[in-house]
């Protein structure tokens, strides 16, 4: 059985930086597509940004230049380092996979951990 779960997310001033952690387990960690998505209070969920299983990776707008998105597939291990961060950045940060796609296809998700809290303050 799949599972995925997030840690590193904490309270964090304004300029200051953060590093998110997923640990994937219970099957082979490569080749699969993997995202990090968000949730704002009173927003709905949105991408923050993904890599597919050929490692090219997307970013939101709103974080480009900020943050990036790697993996260690050895550690089965996503991440995301997150630069001056803002507080507009303040959500509930959610990992996702989802399976292999053909080269230019998106990626669908279909496990989704529980989440870690960032704050950033102003």
């Known amino acids: 059985q799949v599972h995925v779960m997030e840690s590193g997310g904490g309270l964090v001033q304004a300029g200051g930086s953060l590093r998110l952690s997923c640990l994937a387990s219970?099957?082979?960690?490569?080749?699969?597509?993997h995202g990090w998505f968000r949730q704002r209070p009173g927003k709905e969920p949105e991408g923050v940004a993904h890599i597919d299983n050929y490692g090219s990776a997307m970013y939101a707008n709103s974080v480009k230049g900020r943050f990036t998105i790697d993996k260690d597939h050895a550690k089965n291990t996503l991440y995301l380092q997150m630069n001056d961060l803002k507080p507009e950045d303040s959500a509930l940060y959610y990992c996702?996979?989802?399976?292999?796609?053909?080269?230019?296809?998106?990626?669908?998700?279909?496990?989704w951990g529980h989440g870690t809290q960032v704050n950033v303050s102003s």
């Open positions: 219970g099957y082979p960690y490569t080749a699969f597509c």
């Open positions: 996702a996979e989802g399976p292999p796609v053909a080269l230019g296809r998106p990626c669908q998700f279909g496990t």
